[in-house]
């Protein structure tokens, strides 16, 4: 399983973009980026999965470049709904989730 | 959307008592999963299930057993509570292809 390394914590104000980048340097030929972002007391949920290149859904945008030993999360316009923490995985098909300490976002007004 | 339902929200137990902690799916997913979660240690995984009558151990067995008697229905069982197992239990399925897994809410549990 490729181990991801991210930020501990992030800090950000209301209508600004956010990106968090996380680094996955062993990452398998058949692993998946899959970010998960998790509110306090809730369990995660699925925002967003890419394998290279640019993938953009109505909640975030991930970017993988060629390599794909890193991978970009871009949440644009965050508002204060947005504080959590947010996980990146790297995800083979039929994998186990193995979750990382994740980047703790901090929206501020 | 698929629906993963944990029985309890919240749950205080006794020292040596033993411990179910009831997951439920409603999308016919094959594949279950029990963490549990910690401050500073994150998400970690106890079991996880392929299939019904399947377990597999995950990273943090110890003091834990599953039982999966039905596709839609998985349990985590502590057999003896302790209080180091006092934490925030979370249940998650999802399809054979691994991707876009669904978390239920949780259960805190507090072991006294």
């Known amino acids: 399983l490729a181990k991801t390394t991210q930020p501990i914590s992030m800090d950000s104000y209301e209508g600004q973009e956010v990106n968090i980048t996380c680094s996955h340097n062993?990452?398998?030929?058949?692993?998946?980026i899959t970010w998960y972002q998790q509110f306090p007391s809730q369990g995660p949920r699925f925002i967003i999965q890419?394998?290279?290149t640019k993938v953009t859904n109505e909640v975030a945008s991930l970017f993988i470049p060629a390599d794909r030993k890193s991978s970009t999360l871009s949440l644009p316009r965050v508002s204060l709904s947005d504080t959590a923490v947010y996980y990146c995985l790297a995800l083979s098909q039929g994998g186990k989730l193995i979750f990382g300490q994740g980047t703790e976002l901090s929206v501020k007004p | 959307d698929v629906k993963v339902t944990q029985s309890s929200r919240y749950l205080v137990k006794r020292t040596g008592e033993k411990v179910f902690l009831e997951c439920v799916q409603d999308?016919?997913?094959?594949?279950m999963f029990w963490y549990r979660q910690d401050p500073g240690l994150g998400l970690r995984l106890i079991y996880f299930?392929?299939?019904?009558?399947?377990?597999e151990k995950g990273d943090i067995p110890e003091g834990y057993s599953v039982s999966r008697e039905k596709k839609e229905r998985f349990s985590l069982i502590l057999e003896s509570a302790s209080t180091n197992q006092t934490s925030m239990y979370l249940c998650?399925?999802?399809?054979?292809?691994?991707?876009?897994?669904?978390f239920g809410s949780g259960t805190r549990l507090t072991v006294v």
């Open positions: 998650a399925s999802s399809t054979g292809q691994g991707y876009g897994y669904t």
């Open positions: 890419g394998y290279k």
């Open positions: 299930s392929y299939d019904v009558k399947m377990k």
């Open positions: 999308m016919d997913h094959e594949n």
């Open positions: 062993n990452i398998a030929t058949n692993d998946y």
